[in-house]
Every structure is written in C-alpha cells, then in structure tokens.
C-alpha cells in the first residue's frame, strides 16, 4: 500500500533551521501533488508549500514563502521542506502528503484541491522563543 515515512522534526530555537524529509513508497502516478502541511493545537490544518511533479512548479503560502523550501529527489521518490529562520509561530504537527492533481498544486481547506490523499503520520516542530 502507499506509504508516506516522515523524518526529521525535533526542537529548534527561534531564527534556526530545521529540514524534514519523506519518503514516498508504492505511489504509481504519472502525475501528481505532493507538498507539506502543519496543524498546530486548536488550530485547522494548512497546506504551507507544494510541487506539481507535471510541471515542477512550486507553490507556498504568504506565511512562509522565503523562508520555507520544498524540494523533492525523484529518483529516491524523497520529498523535502527545508524550514529557516523559524519562528514560536511554526511550532505545529507537520505532515507530508500526495494527491491527485485537480488544475494545481494549492490548497483547500487543508488540502489539496484534487482527491486522493495520502499522508505521513508526522512529526512534531517545536519552535522555541
């Protein structure tokens, strides 16, 4: 079955930088999204940064455009964010996933406007000030 395994995560003081990773098994698209969302406690989860693999195009919210970079090695079927000058405000649960894509790569309500998630079971940031 698909498979999404998370790594990296951990604590990191306020202005530092932190990368995650996630290896994605047994996903056979031709085509797909895949990207990098977060739930902070009480908070809805947020899509934060993706890539179109049929185009490559990238995509990141406001909030962490320039300072968060994805990034994906298809060969080993990895996918990376790459998070700096972090800040208490990223402190959440980060989770990775794929899905289908429906026109692009952005967000809705917490997901991907095309169907057919899969996630990682993610990893905790926590951002201390």
């Known amino acids: 079955q698909v498979q999404l395994l998370q790594s990296g995560g951990g604590s990191v003081q306020a202005g530092g930088s932190l990368t995650l990773s996630c290896k994605i098994s047994?996903?056979?698209?031709?085509?797909?999204?895949m990207g990098w969302f977060r739930q902070a406690p009480g908070r809805q989860r947020e899509g934060l940064a993706s890539?179109?693999?049929?185009?490559?195009?990238?995509y990141y919210i406001p909030p962490v455009k320039g300072r968060f970079t994805i990034s994906r090695d298809s060969a080993k079927n990895m996918m990376y964010l790459q998070m700096s000058d972090v800040k208490p405000e990223d402190t959440a649960m980060y989770y990775c996933?794929?899905?289908?894509?429906?026109?692009?790569?952005?967000?809705?309500?917490?997901?991907?406007?095309?169907?057919?998630?899969?996630w990682g079971l993610g990893t905790q940031v926590t951002v201390s000030s």
């Open positions: 047994n996903y056979y698209a031709d085509y797909y999204c």
């Open positions: 890539i179109n693999t049929e185009n490559e195009r990238t």
């Open positions: 996933a794929v899905s289908r894509i429906f026109f692009d790569c952005t967000f809705v309500d917490g997901e991907f406007r095309g169907g057919g998630h899969y």
